[in-house]
């Protein structure tokens, strides 16, 4: 009875959004217990993707896929001004500064003011990776942050999405704010002696290059706890060109130039990472290693072996291993996947 009811207190006891600004509230408030104000995630294609592990005697309900709640609305809701920095906070319910919740984050995103808004209708506002908790100026552990909508976002009625990934389970809040002044647009130039009727037309325009070799710079790449660019690719291009589309979207990066092309220099590194060299072998291995003593390098591999002991997880989906966690067979897998994913260890 005891492992069960802290089953129950774990899984019904996780995080929502607490305060907004000086005085606004979440779409659930602050009464009520645990069960009242938590509300589970599927950001996943199907509901089916995101059950948790039976263990947790968890049954998602269709209520996951909606990202808010749709019989509420903030009371009180913020008042925030476009490009000034307000305080978001959520609750931490003993998950913060005790390794619990060490590199997970919190995505925040915008729409629109809908009483039932799609998951769609929510866009990037620059912060896909919030840490989950931190430490404040005092040394204080917290579980907030400082969020700046853009300066240009219009006056009006709109909506925060919050979603926290956290182990097996993904956890979301909404937040309805009044954006009370946005930036105005910028006068005209007065040097400028173009008249609206002289402005160039869209058949003025020419079109773009189609042969110019160059990265994307609007292309993102999703591995569940962040969104990933070009820059991303560059740092480690052996390994990140294959992935995905990776190689269409990087052409100068991932060597997709033609030969005539001078691609322009690579995107500047965004860590600072030794390059790393390969020194000539002077004795090769006279036996190829066993299947079993590689690390594994394709999803294939990793269905079968886990990924415990290598950098499959932060290589291919950066993030990183669960290696604390293993199935009856000694395998873990990667932060936000879970063993279902994996074969039967009769098979493995």
Not at 112 to 133: L, N, R, S, T
Not at 178 to 198: C, K, L, Q
Request: net charge negative; proline share 11%.
């Amino acid at each position: 009875m005891l492992v069960l009811a802290l089953l129950a207190g774990r899984a019904a006891s996780h995080s929502w959004i607490v305060s907004v600004g000086a005085d606004g509230r979440s779409r659930g408030g602050i009464a009520g217990g645990d069960h009242a104000l938590q509300r589970y995630a599927c950001p996943l294609e199907t509901l089916e993707q995101c059950q948790p592990d039976p263990k947790h005697g968890i049954v998602l309900t269709e209520d996951a896929m909606r990202p808010c709640r749709h019989d509420a609305v903030s009371d009180p809701m913020a008042a925030v001004e476009a490009g000034e920095a307000f305080a978001l906070n959520w609750m931490g319910n003993g998950h913060a500064g005790n390794g619990q919740s060490d590199g997970t984050c919190v995505r925040i995103r915008l729409a629109p003011f809908a009483q039932d808004p799609e998951v769609g209708d929510f866009g990037f506002i620059g912060y896909e990776c919030v840490d989950y908790w931190r430490f404040d100026d005092e040394g204080k552990v917290t579980t907030s942050a400082e969020i700046t909508l853009p300066p240009e976002t219009p006056a009006g009625t709109y909506t925060l999405h919050w979603m926290w990934d956290f182990t097996d389970f993904w956890f979301q809040s909404c937040a309805d704010i009044t954006v009370t002044s946005g930036s105005p647009a910028p006068p005209p130039d007065p040097t400028d002696d173009t008249s609206p009727s002289e402005a160039p037309t869209e058949d003025d325009v020419s079109p773009p290059d189609d042969d110019a070799c160059e990265d994307s710079t609007s292309w993102f790449l999703n591995t569940r706890k962040t969104t990933r660019n070009c820059q991303w690719v560059a740092l480690k291009p052996s390994k990140r060109c294959p992935k995905r589309d990776a190689a269409e979207r990087c052409l100068a990066t991932c060597g997709g130039c033609d030969p005539d092309d001078t691609p322009p220099s690579p995107p500047p590194a965004l860590t600072t990472e030794p390059p790393t060299t390969n020194p000539p072998t002077t004795n090769p291995p006279t036996t190829e290693p066993t299947a079993d003593a590689l690390p594994p390098t394709t999803d294939n591999d990793y269905f079968h072996r886990g990924c415990a002991g290598t950098p499959f997880c932060e290589t291919t989906q950066g993030t990183y291993c669960k290696d604390w966690q293993s199935d009856e067979c000694g395998r873990s897998v990667c932060h936000g996947d879970s063993h279902a994913l994996l074969v039967p260890c009769a098979e493995a």
